[in-house]
């Protein structure tokens, strides 16, 4: 393979803000809930890399056959790999489809078919484009990119803020995670924030029933937090996580009161000696953090957290919370499911048009 640009690209970035930006020279995107991925393709050779560098093209062959017929000979283009349903986007399925079995892979491809959303050109040709200007940039991809095909898509673009308003609201219930602003003059800059994301922010009262070690074994790295169902069976919900360093180790001297005794009567503490791997639980592998230590120190189910998390998905937090305080007047029994919103799904028609087959 010999392009223009070649592999590893670092992804242009996005900062949060609180609100959609409104300024001349703007253009808005809908921000997709997948998978990062820059494709390299050289004539029969198709490569896909991830944000953090890890291959992906084992993962998704049907997308390395497919973006052969999508795509000019030659180019770079930047995007999303998404696994869409009639329910909206499922990061949970695709998430599946990182399987170490060549054969479950070939299984998963044919069951749960991955779509790639185009919103950057990075090369066409001989020629880099990272120094243009997304406008250009932009109005090339349009011109290349073949949207007849089933399951490729480029990506709405608009410079209206209010269209980008109203894509933040109607389509949340479809698992996008919000709105991605750029400026029409940026080249691309890898690995820097130069464009702005708003993100959908809510709070909720979340028991604390465990933790996990920072990495550098010194602070609490992540609260392990967890919501009650109808029959008050208490479940794992997610994370919050992203403790300054001084803060990590206020926790530890905080949640020691918690954990004496705290696996006698605990609610996962079939979980602790469960084996990696075998279900959804805070000590389960990662198929994307492949060796990463998930095992956890439990606590005793009494304390609450108030916590900020973006969006529900498959009764869990789509990404990891943010902790706000903890809330000692609060019983740990109240926190059930009925405090999270329900955002109700938004046809992915209504924007993206039927999946052509």
Excluded: N
């Excluded at 084992?58 to 349903?85: K, M, N, S, W």
């Amino acid at each position: 393979m010999e392009l223009p640009v070649m592999p590893p690209v670092r992804p242009m970035l996005a900062k949060s803000v609180s609100e959609v930006p409104r300024a001349p020279g703007i253009a808005y995107e809908p921000k997709w809930d997948g998978f990062r991925c820059v494709v390299f393709r050289d004539g029969a050779e198709v490569e896909l890399g991830s944000r953090t560098d890890r291959p992906l093209t084992r993962y998704f062959p049907e997308l390395v056959e497919l973006l052969q017929d999508a795509l000019p000979q030659r180019c770079v283009v930047d995007g999303e790999i998404v696994v869409v349903t009639e329910h909206g986007l499922d990061f949970d399925l695709l998430q599946l489809r990182l399987h170490p079995a060549a054969s479950r892979v070939r299984k998963l491809a044919a069951e749960t078919p991955a779509s790639f959303v185009a919103f950057d050109l990075l090369a066409l040709d001989d020629r880099d484009l990272t120094g243009e200007p997304f406008g250009e940039r932009r109005r090339l991809l349009e011109g290349v990119l073949d949207t007849a095909l089933a399951r490729v898509h480029l990506t709405p673009l608009s410079s209206d803020a209010d269209v980008a308003q109203d894509w933040f609201t109607r389509f949340e219930g479809a698992g996008f995670d919000g709105v991605v602003a750029k400026p029409l003059d940026q080249p691309y800059a890898q690995d820097r924030r130069v464009m702005w994301k708003v993100k959908h922010e809510r709070t909720a009262d979340c028991v604390v029933a465990g933790f996990r070690w920072h990495k550098d074994g010194e602070g609490v790295g992540s609260l392990l937090l967890g919501l009650y169902d109808d029959a008050g069976v208490l479940h794992h919900v997610g994370v919050a996580a992203s403790f300054t360093a001084r803060r990590r180790r206020e926790l530890v001297e905080e949640l020691a009161p918690w954990r004496e005794d705290a696996l006698t009567d605990h609610p996962w503490r079939d979980w602790a000696a469960a084996e990696p791997g075998t279900g959804r639980m805070p000590g389960a592998q990662s198929r994307w953090s492949a060796g990463k230590d998930l095992s956890w120190e439990p606590l005793r189910p009494e304390q609450v957290a108030e916590v900020r998390y973006e969006h529900v998905q498959a009764g869990r937090f789509r990404h990891g919370g943010r902790l706000v305080r903890f809330r000692p007047d609060r019983d740990p029994r109240s926190c059930t499911y009925g405090q999270l919103d329900e955002v109700p799904p938004a046809e992915l028609t209504a924007l993206f048009g039927q999946e052509r087959r």
